[in-house]
C-alpha cells in the first residue's frame, strides 16, 4: 500500500500472505468477509466520495464514455458489491476438497486435494466492482493478490482496499493478502508481468489492448480472454417475440460489458417478420445500427440511427449503443460469420427447432454458448459462482466465468507404510 516500497517488496509480502492465508480456517475467512459486507454498507458516503473525485477527473480528461460508466458507483451499485461478497462467503470452501482418492495394491492411498494457486495478479480498467469481487474469491480461496487498478479510479481503489484490509485485520488474517499497487505509473504494469518469481497467475481486466499486451509480455501464466464480440442469430424457426426480447437485453441491458451483443445475425427467410419490429425496438433505445447490404433495404432512408455497416463494424466489441446486422441464408452461413468474427466469449441462437439449437451449441467455439437466452448470462454470479475474476476465453486452465475453483490447482497426497519402489 506504501507508494515507496518496491514492486518485488509486493511479491515478497504475498507470497509470505498466501502461505498463511492458505491455511485459515474457513470460520475466519467467512467472517473476514462478512465485516467486508458490513463496512461496505456503513461506508457507501466515504466510497462515493473517493469515487466523484475519479469521476471529475476521468470527465476532465475526457475519457471514453463507457469506461465512465464502468467506472461510477452509486448505492445501488455498491449493495450490489456487498450482496456478490455475501454469495461468496455462502459458497463450500474449497481449500482442502478431495477431488480423487485411490488405493493401490502396494497398500499406498491417494488423495488429490483441491489446494489454492498462491499469487494472483490482476491488471485491471476502470471498474470497482473488480477490487472487492476478485479480493472477495481471492480471500475464499486462500491465495493472496496483488490489484493493479487503472488511474481513473485510483482514489475509488484506494477507499476500497482500505475496507478490505482492515476487515482481514480485524479477523486476525494476514493483511498482505490484499494489497494495491497505488502508484499509477505504467511503466510499473510491464514489471509486474515480469515477477513471476511471485506471481502464479495473471489476470488482466480490461481492452483489447491491455489484454494483448499480456498476452505478449507476462513471464507468468495468465488469463488473456475476456474481449467479447458476441454474436445472436435469429434462426428461421426462431419465436420472433422471443428472439426480439433476447436480442434488446443483450444489447440494451448493459451495454459498457464485454457479454453485451454486437452482431445479431438474422436468416433471410424471417427477415422480412423480424427486421421491421427490430428497427423499432432499437430505435426506442437509441441504439444506432449498423446494417450489412441487405439489411439496409428495409430501412427507411430518412432514419437517422441506422448506416450502412463496413467490413470494420463485424468482428468488433462496440461497448457501446451501436449494433452491427447481418442477413444470411443459411444455418452455415451463420456459423461460418461467428467463426470468423468471434472471439470465443458469448454467442447465441434463437430457434425453436431442437436439433438446429442443439448442433449450434455443439458446433460454436466460445467459453459460453446460449439457446433461446441473453448473452448477458455469461457471468459469474450469474452461474452461481457469486462473482467472477475474469471471463476466460482462453482453453487451457479455465474457459468461462472464473470463480473459486479456477483459481484453485491440486496436489497428491500419498500416506504409505514403508512402501518402496523395486
Not at 424471417?270 to 423499432?280: L, N
Given at each position: 500500500?506504501?507508494?515507496?516500497?518496491?514492486?518485488?517488496?509486493?511479491?515478497?509480502?504475498?507470497?509470505?500472505?498466501?502461505?498463511e492465508?492458505?491455511?485459515?480456517?474457513?470460520?475466519?475467512?467467512?467472517?473476514?468477509?462478512n465485516?467486508?459486507?458490513?463496512?461496505?454498507?456503513?461506508?457507501?458516503?466515504?466510497?462515493?466520495?473517493?469515487?466523484?473525485?475519479?469521476?471529475?477527473?476521468?470527465?476532465?480528461?475526457?475519457?471514453?464514455f463507457?469506461?465512465?460508466?464502468?467506472?461510477?458507483?452509486?448505492?445501488?451499485?455498491?449493495?450490489?458489491?456487498?450482496?456478490?461478497?455475501?454469495?461468496?462467503?455462502?459458497?463450500?470452501e474449497?481449500?482442502?476438497?478431495?477431488?480423487?482418492?485411490?488405493?493401490?495394491?502396494?497398500?499406498?492411498?491417494?488423495?488429490?486435494?483441491?489446494?489454492?494457486?498462491?499469487?494472483?495478479?490482476?491488471?485491471?480498467?476502470?471498474?470497482?466492482?473488480?477490487?472487492?469481487?476478485?479480493?472477495?474469491?481471492?480471500?475464499?480461496?486462500?491465495?493472496?493478490?496483488?490489484?493493479?487498478?487503472?488511474?481513473?479510479?485510483?482514489?475509488t481503489?484506494?477507499?476500497?482496499?482500505?475496507?478490505i484490509?482492515?476487515?482481514?485485520?480485524?479477523?486476525?488474517?494476514?493483511?498482505?493478502?490484499?494489497?494495491?499497487?497505488?502508484?499509477?505509473d505504467?511503466?510499473?504494469?510491464?514489471?509486474?508481468?515480469?515477477?513471476?518469481?511471485?506471481?502464479?497467475?495473471?489476470?488482466?481486466?480490461?481492452?483489447?489492448n491491455?489484454?494483448?499486451?499480456?498476452?505478449?509480455?507476462?513471464?507468468?501464466?495468465?488469463?488473456?480472454?475476456?474481449?467479447?464480440?458476441?454474436?445472436?442469430?435469429?434462426?428461421?424457426?426462431?419465436?420472433?417475440?422471443?428472439?426480439?426480447?433476447?436480442?434488446?437485453?443483450?444489447?440494451?441491458?448493459?451495454?459498457?460489458?464485454?457479454?453485451?451483443?454486437?452482431?445479431?445475425?438474422?436468416h433471410?427467410?424471417?427477415?422480412?417478420?423480424?427486421?421491421?419490429?427490430?428497427?423499432?425496438?432499437?430505435?426506442?433505445?437509441?441504439?444506432?445500427?449498423?446494417?450489412?447490404?441487405?439489411?439496409?433495404?428495409?430501412?427507411?432512408?430518412?432514419?437517422?440511427?441506422?448506416?450502412?455497416?463496413?467490413?470494420?463494424?463485424?468482428?468488433?466489441?462496440?461497448?457501446?449503443?451501436?449494433?452491427?446486422?447481418?442477413?444470411?441464408?443459411?444455418?452455415?452461413?451463420?456459423l461460418?460469420h461467428?467463426?470468423?468474427?468471434?472471439?470465443?466469449?458469448s454467442?447465441?441462437?434463437?430457434?425453436?427447432k431442437?436439433?438446429?439449437?442443439?448442433?449450434?451449441?455443439?458446433?460454436?467455439?466460445?467459453?459460453?454458448?446460449?439457446?433461446?437466452?441473453?448473452?448477458?448470462?455469461?457471468?459469474?454470479?450469474?452461474?452461481?459462482?457469486?462473482?467472477?475474476?475474469a471471463?476466460?476465453?482462453?482453453?487451457?486452465?479455465?474457459?468461462?466465468?472464473?470463480?473459486?475453483?479456477?483459481?484453485?490447482?491440486?496436489k497428491?497426497?500419498?500416506?504409505?507404510?514403508?512402501?518402496?519402489?523395486?
Amino acid at each position: 500500500m506504501n507508494k515507496n516500497i518496491s514492486l518485488k517488496e509486493y511479491g515478497i509480502l504475498s507470497v509470505e500472505a498466501s502461505r498463511e492465508l492458505s491455511t485459515t480456517e474457513e470460520d475466519t475467512k467467512n467472517a473476514a468477509l462478512n465485516d467486508l459486507i458490513n463496512d461496505l454498507n456503513e461506508k457507501k458516503s466515504e466510497i462515493l466520495d473517493k469515487n466523484n473525485i475519479d469521476i471529475e477527473n476521468a470527465k476532465k480528461l475526457n475519457l471514453d464514455f463507457h469506461i465512465i460508466e464502468r467506472l461510477t458507483l452509486n448505492e445501488k451499485r455498491i449493495s450490489e458489491m456487498a450482496d456478490s461478497i455475501k454469495k461468496i462467503m455462502e459458497l463450500p470452501e474449497p481449500v482442502g476438497e478431495v477431488i480423487e482418492t485411490k488405493h493401490l495394491p502396494n497398500g499406498l492411498n491417494l488423495e488429490k486435494v483441491r489446494v489454492p494457486l498462491g499469487v494472483i495478479g490482476v491488471i485491471y480498467e476502470s471498474r470497482p466492482n473488480v477490487t472487492t469481487d476478485i479480493s472477495s474469491i481471492c480471500i475464499k480461496s486462500g491465495n493472496s493478490v496483488i490489484l493493479r487498478g487503472g488511474k481513473e479510479s485510483l482514489n475509488t481503489n484506494i477507499e476500497l482496499v482500505k475496507i478490505i484490509r482492515n476487515s482481514l485485520k480485524k479477523n486476525e488474517i494476514a493483511i498482505n493478502s490484499v494489497q494495491l499497487v497505488n502508484n499509477p505509473d505504467r511503466s510499473l504494469i510491464k514489471q509486474m508481468l515480469h515477477m513471476n518469481e511471485f506471481i502464479d497467475l495473471m489476470i488482466p481486466r480490461g481492452g483489447t489492448n491491455l489484454v494483448n499486451f499480456v498476452s505478449k509480455n507476462a513471464k507468468m501464466n495468465s488469463i488473456t480472454g475476456g474481449i467479447g464480440v458476441c454474436h445472436i442469430y435469429v434462426d428461421k424457426d426462431a419465436d420472433l417475440e422471443k428472439a426480439l426480447n433476447v436480442v434488446t437485453n443483450a444489447k440494451v441491458q448493459r451495454y459498457t460489458v464485454c457479454n453485451a451483443i454486437d452482431t445479431v445475425i438474422v436468416h433471410e427467410e424471417i427477415a422480412s417478420s423480424f427486421i421491421p419490429d427490430f428497427i423499432k425496438k432499437m430505435s426506442e433505445y437509441n441504439v444506432e445500427i449498423r446494417a450489412d447490404k441487405k439489411t439496409f433495404a428495409y430501412f427507411e432512408t430518412n432514419q437517422e440511427n441506422i448506416i450502412q455497416a463496413n467490413n470494420k463494424d463485424f468482428g468488433q466489441e462496440f461497448l457501446d449503443l451501436i449494433v452491427s446486422v447481418k442477413i444470411v441464408d443459411s444455418f452455415d452461413k451463420a456459423l461460418k460469420h461467428i467463426e470468423k468474427y468471434g472471439t470465443g466469449h458469448s454467442e447465441a441462437i434463437i430457434t425453436e427447432k431442437e436439433s438446429t439449437g442443439e448442433k449450434f451449441l455443439s458446433v460454436v467455439d466460445a467459453s459460453a454458448v446460449f439457446l433461446n437466452a441473453s448473452t448477458r448470462y455469461n457471468d459469474g454470479g450469474e452461474f452461481g459462482f457469486g462473482g467472477e475474476v475474469a471471463i476466460s476465453t482462453n482453453k487451457f486452465h479455465a474457459r468461462g466465468p472464473m470463480g473459486i475453483k479456477e483459481l484453485m490447482i491440486y496436489k497428491w497426497k500419498i500416506r504409505g507404510n514403508g512402501q518402496i519402489r523395486e
